[in-house]
């Protein structure tokens, strides 16, 4: 299947919308958006292709600059299965989690999962390498897009929202 670039303009809460690069297969339903920041655009790419391989449709999206959030991948997020926000930077408080967070208040329903560098020390290495670890390549990628499709439960970013105490119980008898 051949690659078809083009730019999308849309209009999400009644504002013309800056342009965003998307780069969509042809025929394959609408499963998987990747959207890429900084550099992981080449891994993205290859992993739509692996997941083209197994019958699954993905597009792959640059929303060219990280802030303020650009208000289009909202709209594409709502018309695809599951969103992977893949960024060469620390996932946790990234733009990843912006954009997560930007398509909460827009209600969309379509779980948003932000990748990157795990927030913590390091080891030395080549960035490439470092990025292979945390599964910013396009194989592992691929993978974690199947495992999300076959288990859709919460969204990942879940876990950066402040948690709620617990309700507490009422202990009184009601005789």
Do not use: K
């Amino acid at each position: 299947m051949p690659w078809s670039p083009w730019t999308v303009w849309t209009s999400c809460t009644g504002v013309a919308a800056p342009p965003l690069d998307v780069l969509p297969l042809d025929v394959l339903p609408l499963d998987v958006l990747l959207i890429s920041i900084g550099t992981a655009a080449a891994a993205c790419l290859d992993a739509a292709r692996v997941l083209e391989g197994h019958g699954i449709g993905a597009t792959v999206a640059d929303p060219r600059w990280a802030t303020p959030v650009n208000p289009a991948p909202a709209h594409l997020v709502s018309r695809h299965r599951l969103a992977l926000c893949v960024e060469d930077g620390i996932s946790v408080g990234g733009i990843g989690t912006l954009i997560a967070h930007h398509c909460t208040e827009a209600g969309v329903a379509t779980p948003v999962h932000a990748l990157g560098l795990p927030a913590r020390f390091l080891a030395h290495g080549e960035r490439g390498d470092l990025l292979a670890a945390a599964g910013i390549s396009g194989p592992a990628l691929a993978d974690t897009a199947r495992r999300l499709l076959d288990h859709r439960g919460a969204p990942a970013y879940r876990h950066l929202l402040p948690s709620r105490p617990p309700m507490p119980r009422d202990t009184r008898s009601t005789s």
